[in-house]
């Protein structure tokens, strides 16, 4: 999705595009698909988001283990801490390579979710 906003190009990318079969559905894990990100290069290299600053946004982290803040006082206990830690993979981007790929050098920001 595109929208065009005074000098900004927003991209919203569907990272449930690719996982809308049976098997793909374990965990919460996102995939692009080559076609999306394919579609996404074409559309950076437009002139009308070219003369932009761009803006990319998407549900899934694009890390492999996310980043993490150690818990704290008043935090959850430590074993709900040591189950979201090691559960984080099965929450990523699976195709985050390519996605990095494809924006380097190209977008201005890059806004995800699913690591609250």
């Known amino acids: 999705m595109l929208h065009l906003a005074a000098d900004?190009?927003?991209?919203?990318l569907d990272s449930n595009a690719a996982e809308l079969g049976l098997l793909?559905?374990?965990f919460a894990q996102g995939?692009?698909?080559a076609a999306q990100i394919e579609r996404l290069g074409a559309l950076l290299d437009t002139p009308v988001v070219r003369q932009r600053r761009t803006l990319v946004?998407?549900?899934h982290h694009p890390f492999l283990?996310?980043?993490t803040v150690h818990a704290d006082v008043g935090d959850r206990s430590y074993l709900s801490y040591a189950l979201g830690?090691?559960?984080r993979r099965f929450r990523r981007l699976k195709d985050a390579y390519?996605?990095?790929q494809c924006i380097r050098d190209r977008v201005d920001v890059l806004l995800?979710?699913?690591q609250h």
């Not at 900004?8 to 919203?12: D, R, V």
């Open 57 to 59: 946004y998407l549900h």
């Open 98 to 100: 390519s996605l990095i």
């Open 112 to 114: 995800f979710g699913h």
């Open 24 to 26: 793909e559905r374990w």
């Open 65 to 67: 283990d996310a980043f």
């Open 8 to 12: 900004w190009a927003l991209i919203g």
């Open 31 to 33: 995939s692009l698909g």
């Open 85 to 87: 830690w090691n559960t």
